[in-house]
């Protein structure tokens, strides 16, 4: 007998113990992997195994949106953890040939503890911007496998997806960058995750580091040495940031996005082109800590100027 019905993925949503109280949507891509460590070997001149063991696992999820609004407000740029009874859910929606079933037909993966952090920002001309983020999870003190199923749930309630974000105003060391292609942000975000005393699952995870970075590409060369010196240029929050635009929305508005960094920027690609194409300028931006702020800090709700 063939199926009826299939699954697709569907929101994501962190639930403090009582409500589920951010519910992110306009989600594009999601996975769940377990990442079993297991165990076969033959010995004494055997051909064939006769044991087989599980020794660790370490279920890691992953999401991109097109809401980078609702990443910000969730966990910034720097991420955060969680414990039991708290939980990240991610949803999977039943689908028959109408669409999504009715009521209490749906499955969600519960991550009953753990770190999440953002990963990656890429936005291009005329192209959407997107966000992804990274699932950590490990168990609670009553050693329950840190990812748990349940079937049988309701779609949580989502917000109307009516918005998207494009790239926009980029500034450099106070220095507007024009003919901008496209810009990314990794966010760095180093994150240790431990098991000890032969435990199957990890009882620690936890964020080591952030060294974030940005990169911007343009058709313009006279980037180098004008905003960004070959040898490196410091920049500030001040004089140094990412704009994203919300479609729909003037920029006088305040309904954008704007990240920003300390460190230095750099130029990576004086130029590059062909006989059929325009050349490209790349610039490098690596955020450190001046004393005050995260090295990349990200706001939501602002006027582009």
């Known amino acids: 007998m063939g199926i009826d019905a299939v699954y697709q993925i569907g929101a994501v949503a962190f639930f403090n113990g009582t409500t589920e109280t951010t519910v992110i949507g306009g989600i594009t891509r999601s996975s769940l992997s377990m990442n079993p460590t297991t165990t076969r070997e033959v010995t004494a001149g055997q051909v064939d195994p006769t044991q087989s063991f599980l020794k660790n696992l370490k279920p890691m999820a992953s999401f991109t949106t097109k809401r980078v609004d609702q990443v910000l407000s ?94 926009n105003k980029v500034r450099v060391a106070a220095t507007t960058l024009l003919a901008k292609t496209e810009m990314s942000i990794d966010f760095g975000i180093g994150v240790s995750e431990q098991g000890t005393d032969g435990e199957l699952f990890s009882t620690f995870a936890g964020i080591f580091s952030r060294m974030p970075s940005a990169r911007v590409m343009g058709l313009e060369p006279a980037w180098s040495g004008t905003p960004v010196s070959t040898s490196g240029t410091a920049i500030t929050h001040a004089n140094t940031d990412l704009f994203l635009k919300s479609r729909g929305f003037a920029v006088g508005t305040a309904n954008h996005i704007k990240f920003s960094m300390a460190g230095t920027a750099y130029v990576t690609q004086p130029f590059d082109g062909s006989s059929t194409e325009p050349t490209k300028t790349g610039i490098l931006l690596e955020g450190i800590h001046d004393g005050t702020t995260v090295p990349c800090l990200g706001q939501t709700a602002v006027v582009i100027p």
């Not at 969730?74 to 955060?80: A, D, I, N, Q």
């Not at 990240?88 to 993966?109: D, E, F, I, N």
């Not at 952090?117 to 001309?125: I, K």
Request: overall charge neutral; charged content about 15%; aromatic content about 6%.
């Open 74 to 167: 969730l966990m910034g740029t720097s991420g955060f953890c969680w414990v039991a009874p708290e939980a990240l859910r991610l949803y999977l929606v039943k689908r028959q040939c109408a669409g999504p079933t009715a009521g209490s037909t749906h499955l969600r993966w519960k991550l009953i503890q753990g770190v999440i952090v953002p990963q990656s920002l890429t936005a291009a001309h005329a192209a959407d911007a997107e966000i992804s983020c990274q699932i950590y999870g490990i168990t609670d003190s009553a050693n329950n496998s840190p990812a748990i199923l349940e079937s049988g749930v309701a779609l949580p309630t989502l917000a109307a997806d009516t918005v998207r974000y494009t790239m």
